[in-house]
């Protein structure tokens, strides 16, 4: 052991089999080994309980222990296997002790926070501690932020305030003699403002947030401090397209997640957004299924107008719940290269597309791997399904199918094995492994280690 130099005792530490745990332990053999671990043991936090919790809170009272962090995930933050009640578990997360905490992390990164911690966030204090233009982040995700008052908080909190140049000269001398009579001029006041390296955002299932009162100045005051967004999940919000005039020209976005969101329109600053806006997507998702209920009424051009509007570079494109995605439609772009790249596919809920079709649309999709045909009529039909499997394409190793259907599927068809994950029914083949080929809610960084809810809402929900 005294022997391992500190390059090397930092490869072994960094082997991702070994868990936060074990680091822990080996920052223990000796004082070599901590000075080696300890910043790796630090680099990526999860927490997953209050016990968890409160270690971290005292640890980042050290600041050299929270120089060391760059993401805090508390997506997963729970009391279930803690022993503790709900709100014992609650009132340990005081606001303006967990503002302190996100405040003295200044290398942070990226910040995950789930809905079992919404009731801290609605103090103004952590909303200003995130949103401040010093820090360093780069990724914000907030998952399930339903709660009114935290609605209300964050509409106070961005809402714009004015003040005439004069005022504010006045409050900088400390006095307000000289301008009373005088002509005044508006000047936007904030108390917030955009972290500079700020471009992957997620408000995944944030359904209360208001578009008037919250995603109108937030994406204003992007574009007018000139961030650059390259991940953005909207899915599950009520926002609608008047939206993206908001957005144009602020982006060079590779991901885009606008699932579940019917408030959207055809023939509306979407379509212009998608089509000016996103010449690097390397990943969309248009899904307007939810739960086999509803879907989209986007007219056959408009639809014509996204598909066309992408690139060779799209690996991974969701158009569920599109009435007017139908045969007609798909023929016209049979031939055309916009998908050669095109790995992940998914015309769930779209009933007006045969078979014979499909397949000759399959034939320009040489790379594809994942296909998501649940809730169409080609897998709703268990007679049908046997001829489905065997025409497509041999590439294809994934096909997502109903998991709604009230007939039992075979478990086997062939070469195809059936398997399922939470509400998620699949057929693969060639001993592949169909559970994590296809992420609903999107992944804000490549290779990302995923909290187990934040699992859930990817993979099996």
């Not at 403002?193 to 009162?213: D, G, R, T």
């Amino acid at each position: 052991m005294k022997s391992l130099s500190l390059e090397l005792i930092e490869l072994i530490a960094a082997n991702r089999c070994l868990s936060s745990k074990d680091k822990a332990n080996l920052c223990q053999v000796n004082n070599q080994f901590y000075y080696a671990v300890t910043h790796l043991l630090y680099k990526h936090i999860m927490i997953n309980s209050p016990r968890q919790y409160l270690l971290l809170k005292a640890s980042v009272q050290n600041r050299y222990l929270a120089s060391f962090v760059h993401r805090l995930d508390f997506s997963s933050y729970t009391t279930r296997g803690s022993r503790w009640t709900e709100e014992k578990a609650k009132s340990i997360i005081i606001a303006e002790e967990l503002a302190d905490l996100i405040s003295r992390c200044d290398q942070l990164q990226e910040l995950f926070v789930g809905e079992e911690m919404m009731h801290a966030f609605v103090s103004p204090k952590i909303i200003q501690s995130i949103f401040n233009h010093q820090n360093r982040l780069r990724t914000i995700d907030f998952t399930g932020f339903c709660d009114r008052s935290f609605t209300t908080v964050m509409a106070d909190f961005f809402k714009p305030s004015t003040l005439s140049k004069l005022e504010m000269l006045a409050l900088e001398q400390g006095g307000q003699d000289g301008y009373e009579g005088q002509e005044q001029e508006p000047l936007e006041l904030s108390n917030w403002s955009i972290p500079k390296e700020l471009a992957n955002i997620s408000f995944y299932m944030c359904m209360a947030l208001s578009q008037e009162h919250f995603f109108i100045p937030f994406f204003d005051k992007i574009r007018s401090s000139g961030n650059q967004l390259t991940r953005l999940d909207l899915a599950y919000t009520q926002i609608t397209s008047s939206l993206f005039v908001h957005l144009q020209n602020t982006t060079t976005l590779t991901h885009l997640n606008l699932q579940g969101c019917h408030s959207l329109s055809c023939c509306s600053p979407l379509i212009s957004f998608l089509q000016n806006n996103c010449s690097k997507l390397i990943e969309l998702n248009l899904n307007m299924d939810f739960n086999g209920i509803g879907g989209s009424r986007f007219c056959h051009d408009c639809i014509t107008k996204i598909l066309e509007s992408t690139t060779t570079a799209m690996q991974s494109l969701d158009m569920g719940g599109h009435t007017n995605l139908d045969d007609h439609l798909l023929s016209k772009l049979i031939g055309q290269h916009h998908f050669s790249q095109l790995r992940r596919f998914s015309i769930a809920y779209c009933r007006n597309i045969s078979l014979e079709v499909l397949q000759r649309f399959l034939v320009g999709l040489p790379n594809l791997f994942y296909l998501n045909l649940a809730r169409t009529p080609l897998t709703i039909d268990l007679s049908c399904l046997p001829r489905v499997l065997n025409r497509l394409s041999i590439g294809i190793k994934v096909i997502e199918i109903s998991p709604f259907t009230p007939k039992r599927y075979p478990i086997q068809l062939s070469e195809w094995k059936l398997s399922s994950q939470g509400r998620r029914t699949y057929y693969s083949r060639d001993s592949v492994d169909p559970k994590y080929i296809y992420s609903k809610k999107m992944l804000m960084l490549d290779n990302q280690i995923l909290s187990p809810m934040n699992k859930y809402w990817c993979y099996s929900y």
